[in-house]
């Protein structure tokens, strides 16, 4: 059985915390006014901060049923509607943990 989302996101940060970087950075989630999810997670100081990412862009049938994400300033930046929010975390995670095995 796979990990659940949340679970995957605490050992992603928990790896990150070496004594500095938590104190200067980390993992923020909050709402927008679309409405929806904004997931924001500082990569400076990890091995994510010079790797590539392909933005995303996903809009589906539902106006509410969307994604947008990037890496922006050193920044992993991603947008969804309410419901998007599981994806948001997926797509970074997939990405995170696929990096690092690389």
Known sequence: MSATLIKRLQNWY???CNEDWEHS??????????????????LKD???YETKF????????DEDNW??????EGN???????????EL?????????ASENS
């Open 14 to 16: 928990a790896s990150q």
């Open 25 to 42: 950075y980390g993992v923020f989630i909050c709402n927008i006014d679309n409405p929806g999810w904004s997931l924001k997670v500082e």
């Open 46 to 48: 990890t091995y994510l």
């Open 54 to 61: 392909e933005e995303i862009h996903i809009q589906r049938d």
């Open 67 to 72: 994604a947008v994400c990037k890496v922006e």
């Open 76 to 86: 992993f930046q991603g947008y969804g509607g309410p419901d998007n929010l599981e």
């Open 89 to 97: 975390l997926g797509i970074f995670l997939d990405w995170a943990e």
